[in-house]
């Protein structure tokens, strides 16, 4: 297994591969990782296919976090990654840093970006409202150096992966993106790396978020006929909020497809949300 930290370097190989005609899968990550991403890899060594290659990009990308968010502290452990990457049989790392990825002005004072501007208007887009200019941006970058044949996303970020899928429809990009399912703990709690965080009694706390989801999906099996979101986000804050750590940021119910919100709760209906645990935001989502 190679570890590459220059963009040059990996063009430099990715071009070999095209011209040798080696089909190539990206699985883009943050890095701290886990089972969940290791199975995005599993998933694109078997779209990549025999003779294929696998990277996995690992990145703390600032242009996708907020002034008061986690930036500084999002865990950090490359040789734990390389470890496991080494054992799922990964082909490449690419590595890079800050430098690397927004060489000259540096990330801060970035000029150019790639925006898209209609399903990243809800859910993350209204709650982090710079978020997805940074992620489509920092992926279009990694397409580019990596010139992958396929690229794995996990189905935890629902709303990024849809995003990422239009963006590579609209700007012609020739790769195929794969959503893989979310991997959750024995107890239901998606993984996530921001899970280090919830220490003590949090961690037991956090199981509201899956415990939301089953309730939605309870009712929703249970009703003759749709049934009104707005009342079932009302009843849905309130169960959320009977957990002391608890502080819901959003729920919402949309066309699993065009991420356009519905009046109407029914079977098919996709629910996302996100939930404070103490100072810790995660997101979830399932199809009710």
């Not at 690397?100 to 993350?124: N, W």
């Not at 992926?139 to 629902?158: M, R, S, T």
């Not at 009977?242 to 356009?260: G, I, K, M, Q, S």
């Amino acid at each position: 297994m190679r570890i590459i930290k220059s963009v040059a370097a990996m063009q430099r190989l990715a071009r070999g591969w095209q011209r040798a005609g080696v089909r190539v899968g990206l699985v883009p990550t943050m890095g701290y990782l886990h089972a969940g991403h290791l199975s995005l890899v599993q998933r694109a060594r078997r779209l990549a296919g025999r003779g294929g290659k696998v990277i996995v990009s690992i990145y703390v990308n600032p242009t996708q976090f907020g002034p008061q968010e986690d930036l500084s502290r999002y865990p950090r452990d490359l040789a734990r990654d390389v470890r496991l990457c080494r054992q799922a049989g990964v082909d490449v790392i690419f590595a890079p840093d800050n430098a690397q990825m927004y060489p000259g002005a540096g990330a801060d004072r970035l000029s150019t970006f790639v925006i898209e501007e209609v399903l990243s208007c809800g859910m993350e887009g209204q709650s982090r409202p710079t978020h997805f200019r940074g992620v489509t941006t920092v992926v279009a970058k990694l397409f580019n150096i990596v010139q992958p044949d396929v690229a794995v996303f996990g189905a935890k970020d629902y709303q990024q992966a849809t995003i990422v899928k239009r963006m590579v429809r609209d700007l012609n990009f020739p790769l195929k993106i794969v959503m893989a399912p979310i991997l959750r703990e024995a107890d239901g709690l998606a993984m996530s790396s921001r899970n280090k965080y919830l220490v003590g009694g949090l961690r037991a706390q956090a199981l509201v978020l899956w415990r939301t989801l089953k309730e939605a999906r309870a009712e929703v099996r249970k009703s003759s006929r749709p049934i009104l979101a707005a009342r079932l986000k009302t009843e849905l804050k309130e169960f959320i909020e009977r957990t002391p750590a608890a502080r819901l940021d959003y729920v919402e119910f949309f066309d699993p497809d065009t991420l356009v919100p519905v009046r109407s709760v029914e079977r098919g209906t996709q629910m996302a949300l996100a939930v404070f645990i103490g100072k810790t935001r995660l997101i979830d989502n399932a199809r009710l």
